[in-house]
Nanobody, 119 residues
Framework: QVQLVESGGGSVQSGGSLRLSCGAS????MGWFRQAPGKEREGVAA???????SYADSVKGRFTISQDNAKNTLYLQMNSLKPEDTAMYYC?????????????????WGQGTQVTVSS
């Protein structure tokens, strides 16, 4: 059983930075997703079991996904934040190796952490 716990969300002004963390009891392929009110959940970034990464076009060059295997922790460094990045951010895990950005590919989910970016 994979247990995921996110932390690091908060409120920042446009152009600011945040780092999200996700503790996992067992490492698999993992990703970050977000869901804004009235919108579907979307993939933000994912990292495969071999270290390969995928990013949504909207965050490329601004967000970086990384992992610390020794600490069983996944990170999402978010820079140059924009108001449109405002959403609930979720950590997710799957047993396969490919870093899909499709939410339906993931089996395990955290409860989410809120990110709010003001203009």
């Amino acid at each position: 059983q994979v247990q995921l716990v996110e932390s690091g969300g908060g409120s920042v002004q446009s152009g600011g930075s945040l780092r999200l963390s996700c503790g996992a009891s067992r490492y698999t392929t993992m990703g970050w997703f977000r869901q804004a009110p009235g919108k579907e959940r979307e993939g933000v970034a994912a990292i495969g079991s071999d270290g390969s990464t995928s990013y949504a076009d909207s965050v490329k060059g601004r967000f970086t996904i990384s992992q610390d295997n020794a600490k069983n922790t996944l990170y999402l460094q978010m820079n140059s934040l924009k108001p449109e990045d405002t959403a609930m951010y979720y950590c997710a895990a799957r047993s396969g190796s490919y870093p899909w950005l499709r939410p339906t590919k993931y089996n395990y989910w955290g409860q989410g952490t809120q990110v709010t970016v003001s203009s």
